[in-house]
């Protein structure tokens, strides 16, 4: 029986299978027959959990398989990326992370069971949110910035700030801002953002650093008041207050971010498979929806673009570790 195959048919034919065989392998990469765990550092809640959530329900929506979230607290996030960095090489753990476990760690901690540079390979950024610095007036009888930076200097070692924890990107920012500003302020670490509100609103420590997710509300209640933000551009929500960079604090254009990183042994095809669909899940209206509910901004960032980001993190934060003398210990 002879078949008559022209050499283009051949060609596009073979074409079309290797692209085919090269998609089958990377599907067959991830694991089959059960959930894929986006693992998240911090307790369930907060505003990276939140955006977990959202990412896996768009994921799950788009690959007709199940994403899951699972919140693996402590050690600045030391625990969870230990976990993936060292979970099976078959894709079923993927790592939710931002500045903590990939820039600020590692100076912080001096030896960590894990090698951010080396144990991890970029997927795509789940969104970015700014850091808001907020005020009792009852504390702090002041309208603005530099109002209260006044404030506080006539009044030397006579207040605290809440961050955190030791560490945290929210601590070194204000330790950064208040050496900047010239201020004699006391450092109150918590091991979460309510209690940290609490004082706040209590007048135990005059003013905070924290996320626009859990700053807003308390703003718009009227409960604290907003002086700036951590970001390059003003927040839509809260157009009136001003960016540190513009007050003056140019090193301070430095909003939250949360990646999702895969463990760098597994397949390249899982990888790049994974990178394609979470390009398209982060600008479904479903997503966006759910970010705008916590004020955040969705940013694509390619593999090249994060490496150049990740190394000029990793020297901001070594630096604001060093200047701070902060260590985990």
Request: aromatic share 6%; net charge positive; charged share 15%.
């Amino acid at each position: 029986m002879h078949f008559n195959i022209s050499r283009r048919h051949f060609i596009v034919s073979s074409s079309s299978l290797i692209a085919a065989n090269a998609f089958a392998q990377s599907e067959i990469a991830l694991p089959s027959g059960k959930a894929i765990s986006l693992v998240v550092p911090f307790a369930a809640g907060g505003p990276t959990d939140l955006m977990a959530r959202a990412l896996a329900s768009a994921l799950s929506e788009r690959m007709s398989r199940q994403f899951i979230v699972e919140n693996k607290p402590g050690a600045g996030g030391n625990i969870a990326a230990s976990f993936v960095a060292n979970a099976p090489a078959d894709g079923s753990h993927l790592l939710v992370a931002g500045q903590a476990i990939m820039a600020i760690n590692k100076p912080l901690y001096g030896k960590l069971n894990y090698e951010p540079e080396r144990d991890f390979s970029w997927i795509g950024l789940l969104g970015s949110l700014p850091n808001v610095l907020v005020i009792n007036t009852n504390t702090l009888p002041v309208k603005n910035l530099s109002e209260m930076i006044n404030f506080i200097k006539q009044r030397p070692n006579t207040f605290s700030y809440g961050s955190n924890g030791i560490g945290s990107l929210t601590h070194l920012c204000t330790e950064v801002f208040i050496k900047s500003a010239g201020l004699n302020i006391t450092h109150i670490p918590y091991q979460g953002v309510a209690p940290q509100i609490s004082d706040l609103l209590a007048g135990r420590v005059a003013f905070s650093l924290m996320a626009a997710s859990s700053a807003l509300p308390l703003v718009q209640s009227s409960k604290l008041s907003a002086l700036a933000v951590s970001s390059k551009n003003r927040m839509n929500s809260l157009p009136g207050i001003p960016t540190l960079v513009e007050s003056g604090f140019p090193m301070l254009d430095v909003p939250v971010w949360f990646a999702l990183l895969a463990p760098s042994s597994i397949a390249p095809g899982s990888i790049s498979l994974l990178r394609s669909e979470m390009a398209q899940a982060i600008n479904s209206s479903k997503y966006i929806a759910e970010l705008d509910k916590q004020n955040a901004q969705i940013t694509s960032m390619n593999a090249d673009q994060a490496q150049s980001m990740l190394l000029r993190e990793r020297k901001i934060w070594a630096e604001a570790v060093a200047h701070t003398n902060a260590t985990a210990s």
